[in-house]
């Protein structure tokens, strides 16, 4: 019998966005991503999907973004013996299910509400443990801390940050940065293009779920956070170029800086303070000996 959720948060319910996206995918004949998993969940849950059907780009949108940082975390496992991978605002993403091989933990974390819903159609497993706090907390960061002192951790916060306000995304990336040293933060985030004009990804238009942040120069977060080191920012459309269509995978998509401008894909590496500060100075340093112009 199929499970009928009624969502407290208007944000949680836009986790169904993605599994269902993945559970289409996961039926074409040759997928971007195989998500068995999410084929089983998005059957058991009674809504009515249809609502997100006429969404083409957020459908190819997040099953590239969910390939994408299953790659950037099988890079980390590959790298890293005493591997953590933090999934945050997990919503029913499957990665454990994807890629979990028994080499590293796997944590999955988000609101009571959907850890409540996540163990009854998806119970935990040894090395998938569940999470249930909010992304705005730093208890459950200590905790982690705590827990594997000597770890290494990779974050990945996939669909959730352009939900949240500046301040707030600030805030939680000063956290994890000060605790979490030799690690790397993975996220996505809409443009500024969309945050400044009120635009949403096609899969939200009708839903009261609003977009309150938004970065097209994943620098500049280095200057929010200098404990953060950019490794990479990458255009959704330059990856499945045949699956965006001619306009937006052979032309738009090749315009990167302009589609930063709606949306990217970001990766950072977590250093210490003391390797910040001696960095910034070398910088001051080499600005001050540097010739000026006539």
Aim: net charge positive; proline share 4%; glycine share 8%.
């Amino acid at each position: 019998m199929k499970r009928k959720h009624q969502f407290e948060s208007i944000v949680a319910e836009t986790l169904l966005i993605p599994l269902y996206y993945r559970a289409k995918e996961s039926r074409r004949r040759h997928p971007v991503l195989n998500d068995e998993a999410a084929e089983r969940l998005a059957e058991s849950l009674e809504y009515d999907y249809s609502r997100f059907d006429g969404a083409k780009l957020s459908e190819v949108g997040c099953v590239v973004r969910g390939w994408y940082f299953d790659r950037a975390v099988s890079r980390f496992i590959e790298r890293h013996a005493d591997a953590v991978v933090v999934n945050v605002g997990c919503g029913l993403d499957t990665r454990f299910q994807r890629i979990g091989n028994g080499k590293a933990v796997f944590y999955d974390m988000d609101l009571p509400e959907v850890i409540a819903l996540r163990r009854e159609l998806l119970p935990e497993q040894p090395g998938n443990p569940y999470i249930a706090a909010s992304l705005l907390d730093a208890g459950w960061l200590d905790d982690l801390r705590l827990r594997h002192p000597d770890a290494h951790f990779i974050f990945v916060v996939e669909g959730v940050l352009m939900y949240f306000y500046q301040e707030q995304v600030e805030t939680f990336l000063h956290r994890v940065a000060e605790r979490f040293a030799g690690g790397e933060l993975w996220f996505d985030v809409c443009g500024t293009m969309m945050s400044r004009h009120g635009m949403k990804p096609d899969s939200l238009r009708g839903h009261e779920a609003q977009i309150r942040s938004g970065l097209s120069d994943g620098r500049r977060v280095e200057r929010w956070e200098p404990r953060l080191r950019l490794l990479e920012q990458a255009n959704y459309m330059k990856f499945f170029r045949p699956r965006w269509g001619f306009f937006f995978g052979q032309i738009l998509g090749r315009m990167t800086r302009l589609c930063y401008k709606f949306s990217s894909m970001l990766g950072y590496r977590i250093v210490r303070q003391t390797e910040a500060a001696h960095e910034a100075e070398s910088n001051c340093r080499g600005a001050a000996a540097a010739p000026r112009e006539r």
